[in-house]
Each structure stands twice: as C-alpha cells, then as structure tokens.
C-alpha cells in the first residue's frame, strides 16, 4: 500500500515523461514543415536567403519555445512539485 | 544554487544571480566607456572597429524590422542583445552560473521591454493615440490585447530562461551521468544556443516596439490608399 507522497511522485515523474515525450514530438514536426518551406525558398530564390534565414531563425525559436514550455513544466513537476510534501 | 557567491545578511539570502548581474554590468559598462572614449573618423583603433562592427548589425537588424530610421531604438535593443548574450556565454565557465539561468533576472529584462513598448508608442503616437490601439480592431478585444500584453511578457522571459537553463542542466547531469569531458559537445551547442537566444530576445524586443509604433501608420495608408 503506497502513500499519497509515494503515489503523487510517481504520478508526477509519468506525466513529466508525458510532457516532455508529446511537446518535443509536436514541435519537432513543426520546425521540420518550417525548414522544409525555407528551403524550398531558398532553393528558388537564392538572394532572398539572408532574409529568409533570419526570420526562420526567428520563427523557430518560436516554435522551440513550446517545446521549452513543456521542459519548464516537466521540471516542476520533478524537481519543484508543489503538491509534495 | 551555487554557494560560492551566496551572501546571506539577517536571514535574507543573496543568491549569486545579483553578484554575477552586478559584475557583467560593471564589466561591460567599463569596456564600453574604455571603447568609446576616443573615437575618432579616421585611423580606427581595433576597439573602435569592433564597437562600429557591433553597432552596424544591430542598426541594421533593426532597420530591417522596422523599416525607418533605426536610431532611437539601437540604445535599449543594443544594450539587451550584449548584455543578454554575455550572460548566455558565462555558461562555459566553472563555477559560474549565468544570470539568465535565472527566472528572476530572464522575467526582469521581459520587463524591461513590456515597459519599453508604451514608452516608444506613446512617444510616437501620444497617450491617447497608443491607448487606441488597445481597442484597434474592435472594442471587444480589449481583454485579449491586455491578456496579449502579458503573456508575450511570460512567454518572452520562461524562452530565454528555459533555453540557458536547460542547457546548463543537461550538462550537469551529462557530467553526472558520463564523466568529465563528454558534455563539451553540448556546451559547445549550448554556446550557440546561448547566442541565438540573445538574438532573439532582441528581434523579438524590436517587434513588439515596432507594432506598437506602427500600427496607426499603416492603417493610415490603408485608408488613404484606399
């Protein structure tokens, strides 16, 4: 028989496990269409691709910073969960 | 988190984050005022090449976003972008945490530029003009455009925060788990990263500013043209 400490910590460690597996898979599909459109622009328009790569930049770290969300809510759970005694 | 720079006075504890700010900020505010000291049109030292080389690209970054005259903007978004990646590259010494590891000090330069965003609107569009813009496309979205207003904040501070932090924490554990050298790989990427986030914030900084400067300008157009 678990206590609820015992059964929260492992509850917490699947969901950050969770978390962490869906927001890098989804993220990780998004950047790839990103890339894919800006080389495919660039592959058409060569002198665009300082421009190009610039906002790409800026779009990806965009999108990375999903995944960093989930990475931050992750970590709370494991390391700051503040339903733990 | 590192005790080699706590400080602790009647019970209130100082975290190295304050020591190390206080020292990037003396730091490079000195090499800015050696660097500036003798300028000069002809003949350039190599620090005065560096400085022009510096201030060029951000003059030019912004001039890109905004499409007009970058001058007023270069101060705080120049300071940022230094100030921001210098902190990011701290992460390859020992012992040394980088202030923007931090939650505090990532939330607090948010702050700086949620705080620069009405400052440059209501110095280009008056009080009331920028507060119109509030209630640009209709008066229902209101709520959503404050709501905006912070969670852009939050979003802006946990994406510089997150990405020093996690860096320095994969290589805590790679060295935990593996041994001593085996997360210079991914310092060497967390140093890039590191670079990339400063840029960012700054592009990032420079957008907000310009869609608060230019909203009413180009609706202007809009209506005359059409």
Request: glycine share 8%.
């Amino acid at each position: 028989m678990m206590d609820s400490n015992t059964l929260l910590s492992a509850i917490s460690i699947v969901t950050a496990g969770l978390t962490v597996m869906v927001g890098s898979v989804a993220p990780a599909l998004g950047e790839g269409k990103a890339v894919v459109a800006a080389l495919d622009a660039i592959a058409r328009q060569p002198e665009a691709a300082s421009t190009i790569s610039r906002t790409l930049f800026v779009g990806m770290a965009m999108v990375e910073s999903t995944a960093i969300y989930c990475l931050v809510v992750a970590l709370v759970l494991l390391f700051a969960n503040p339903f733990l005694g | 988190m590192n005790p080699l720079f706590e400080l602790a006075f009647w019970g209130v504890l100082i975290p190295d984050t304050v020591f190390v700010t206080i020292a990037v900020t003396l730091l490079l505010t000195g090499l800015a005022a050696l660097a500036s000291r003798r300028l000069k049109s002809h003949g350039l030292s190599r620090w005065q090449t560096v400085v022009e080389l510096y201030c060029g690209w951000i003059r030019g970054t912004i001039r890109d976003v905004f499409g007009e005259d970058p001058t007023p903007y270069v101060p705080l978004i120049g300071t940022l972008v230094l100030f921001i990646g210098f902190c990011n590259l701290l992460s390859v010494l020992p012992m040394v945490r980088p202030p923007t590891a931090d939650l505090n000090t990532a939330l607090a330069l948010a702050l700086v530029v949620m705080a620069a965003v009405p400052f440059y609107g209501i110095r280009r569009h008056g009080l009331w003009g920028y507060l119109r813009t509030y209630v640009r496309p209709h008066p229902l979205l209101l709520p959503l455009n404050l709501l905006g207003e912070v969670t852009r904040t939050l979003a802006l501070a946990v994406r510089l925060f997150g990405n020093v932090m996690s860096g320095q924490m994969i290589g805590a554990i790679m060295v935990l788990v593996a041994g001593a050298l085996v997360p210079v790989p991914l310092m060497i990427l967390g140093v890039l990263t590191g670079l990339i986030q400063a840029y960012i914030f700054g592009v990032l900084a420079a957008v907000f500013i310009a869609a608060a400067v230019q909203v009413d300008v180009r609706r202007h157009k809009e209506v005359h043209d059409g």
